[in-house]
T-cell receptor, first 114, second 114 residues
Framework: KAGVTQTPRYLIKTRGQQVTLSCSPI?????VSWYQQTPGQGLQFLFE???????NKGNFPGRFSGRQFSNSRSEMNVSTLELGDSALYLC?????????????FGSGTQLSVL | GNSVTQMEGPVTLSEEAFLTINCTYT??????LFWYVQYPGEGLQLLLK?????DKGSNKGFEATYRKETTSFHLEKGSVQVSDSAVYFC?????????????FGAGTRLAVHP
């Protein structure tokens, strides 16, 4: 069974640009969540999608958005990039049923904003 | 709000030494607790979990016991190997407002030398 796939693996952008990251969950998983990992702030929850609906959202500005398609694949978009957006962005998938779910993480997309 | 605090690293040990990584949490309810591990260049992998007080999670020689009275979930291993070198994250599931929102500690880097 294929794992969680995130593309691209590395990305370099400049301030003011926008970027789209992609995540393909494990087959059969309907929930996709996104996390930002930085040396200073650690791992922070961005948002979670289930069956194309955003169920939960972290404390990030509106520049960060996402969506989920009918095949459960998800994209995350960051507009008007800032230097502080440089981070490893991790996607995790799960079946999406409540309580004590095991999340499967992808290897992440390393975003560098210059 | 809910939070997780874990000991700062790096932790440097010789092979076959005993490992303890401390983790304490603050939560309003009864969260489920997790330890995740991140190897260089990879995403996070679930190491073990515990869903209620006095539960012991175990995997690959690692153990952690959910202690409600001390709000702790310390990670232990009796004899570490070089291959255990990684960053370890303690986390809890926050069910307030939705599913699958993990709250992570800052991470503890472990380096094991031969």
């Amino acid at each position: 069974k294929a794992g969680v796939t995130q593309t691209p693996r590395y990305l370099i952008k400049t301030r003011g640009q926008q970027v789209t990251l992609s995540c393909s969950p494990i087959s059969g998983h309907r929930s996709v969540s996104w996390y930002q990992q930085t040396p200073g702030q650690g791992l922070q929850f961005l948002f979670e999608y289930f069956s194309e609906t955003q169920r939960n959202k972290g404390n990030f500005p509106g520049r960060f958005s996402g969506r989920q398609f009918s095949n459960s694949r998800s994209e995350m978009n960051v507009s008007t990039l800032e230097l502080g957006d440089s981070a490893l962005y991790l996607c995790a998938s799960s079946l999406g049923t409540p309580a004590n779910e095991k999340l499967f993480f992808g290897s992440g997309t390393q975003l560098s904003v210059l | 709000g809910n939070s997780v605090t874990q000991m700062e690293g790096p932790v440097t040990l010789s092979e076959e030494a005993f490992l303890t990584i401390n983790c304490t949490y603050t939560a309003t309810g009864y969260p489920s607790l997790f330890w995740y591990v991140q190897y260089p260049g990879e995403g996070l992998q679930l190491l073990l979990k515990a869903t209620k007080a006095d539960d012991k999670g175990s995997n690959k020689g690692f153990e952690a016991t959910y202690r409600k009275e001390t709000t702790s979930f310390h990670l232990e291993k009796g004899s570490v190997q070089v291959s255990d070198s990684a960053v370890y994250f303690c986390a809890l599931i926050d069910f307030s407002g939705g599913y699958n929102k993990l709250i992570f500690g800052a991470g503890t880097r472990l380096a094991v030398h031969p």
